[in-house]
């Protein structure tokens, strides 16, 4: 498992945002990745992407 944080900046907003997420890695004998689970929250994507009314040129139903 690893913890980690998705640090960056919204282009159109300008604002930073951090997203925290957690990988869920499963390998075989020989070391290989076989499964591969990511788990993000939700509620920080929503605040990261701020207002989309204006990338969908109108207000988001």
């Known amino acids: ?3 980690q944080e998705a640090i960056g900046t919204n282009t159109a907003t300008g604002e930073p945002f951090t997203l925290p ?3 869920v890695i ?3 004998r020989q070391g290989l990745v076989v499964s591969l689970r990511d788990y993000v ?3 920080a994507v929503i605040e ?3 207002d989309l009314s204006e ?3 109108g207000p988001v139903a």
Do not use: Q, R
């Open 26 to 28: 499963e390998a075989n």
């Open 55 to 57: 990338a969908f040129n």
């Open 48 to 50: 990261a992407l701020g």
């Open 21 to 23: 997420n957690v990988w």
């Open 41 to 43: 929250n939700p509620v």
């Open 1 to 3: 498992m690893v913890e």
